[in-house]
């Protein structure tokens, strides 16, 4: 399957690309990855959250937010159905003015409900304790800092047996682009926090930037099996890159909900911690 690619773009490529469709809500949304990286990001201004701003500020407005974030696994697929979600501080030790950030974006019962029969296949039930993990809001208080685009998390499901899994179950929200509806996914393509260093300016270590590069080119050229961890000869450096999953879960969904030949753009390409890869991919735009 053909892909049309784009690499490196910049926020005035963005912009260029975007101006003409930024209103037009008939048009079918993009899907979009996002390496999310430490919660500090919520509280920083530098060239990662100028990116997020950029995306917000050029993407076409959506009407609704779906958000698979690395920070919600469940035995069993959940959707987020509150209303009002309330906030989630999923870390320790960080300054307090991080547990201050509040992002008081409404719940969609509606689309929840909606996405709960897309998904009936999957036995997927509606979760009303749930609220904004740190994956969904650290992404979202960039991007749309009103708070005023309905938001619906859902759920990674521990029970699949495989990769491929997540990827099929995403193929059922494909329709959901065409009611302007923004399907986003927050982890990181390389995660390994027991690897990381804790120098800012540590450069970036051979292993990552090799895994890195691998997935990136497998979406390119949509190697599934390679994206499923399905060629053993990759095992080891799988293994380095993620020593449990959750983290890469959320581009399955992204790319399962994508069409052939939809242009791919890589707008930001750059490592946190010297093995945190940021990667953010666009689908669609």
Not at 45 to 73: C, E, R, Y
Not at 206 to 232: C, G, P, T, V, Y
């Amino acid at each position: 399957m053909e892909r049309r690619t784009f690499i490196g773009m910049t926020a005035a490529g963005l912009l260029a690309m975007s101006s003409s469709l930024k209103h037009n809500s008939d048009k079918k949304m993009p899907l979009l990855f996002i390496g999310h990286g430490s919660p500090m990001n919520a509280l920083a201004n530098n060239d990662f959250t100028k990116h997020l701003a950029t995306l917000g500020q050029t993407l076409p407005i959506p009407k609704k937010v779906i958000m698979v974030s690395a920070h919600w696994m469940t035995k069993g697929v959940q959707v987020q159905a509150s209303e009002k979600p309330k906030m989630i501080h999923d870390f320790y030790g960080f300054p307090q003015a991080l547990y201050e950030i509040n992002y008081p974006a409404p719940g969609d019962p509606a689309l929840a409900a909606t996405v709960k029969k897309d998904l009936s296949v999957y036995d997927a039930h509606l979760d009303h304790d749930w609220g904004f993990d740190h994956g969904g809001w650290s992404v979202l208080h960039h991007m749309y800092p009103k708070a005023d685009i309905p938001v619906v998390q859902l759920s990674l499901n521990q029970n699949f047996m495989n990769l491929r899994d997540h990827y099929n179950l995403a193929r059922e929200l494909n329709k959901l682009r065409s009611e302007g509806v923004l399907i986003i996914g927050s982890g990181n393509i390389v995660h390994n926090l027991r690897q990381i260093s804790r120098s800012e300016n540590a450069p970036v270590v051979d292993w990552a930037r090799e895994f890195d590069e691998l997935i990136k080119k497998s979406i390119i050229e949509h190697k599934l099996e390679q994206l499923f961890a399905e060629d053993s000869t990759q095992h080891s450096l799988w293994k380095m890159a993620h020593p449990s999953i959750e983290h890469y879960l959320p581009l399955l969904y992204v790319l399962g909900a994508a069409d052939p030949n939809e242009k791919i753009v890589f707008p930001y390409e750059a490592f946190e911690l010297g093995s945190l890869s940021m990667r953010s991919v666009l689908i669609g735009a």
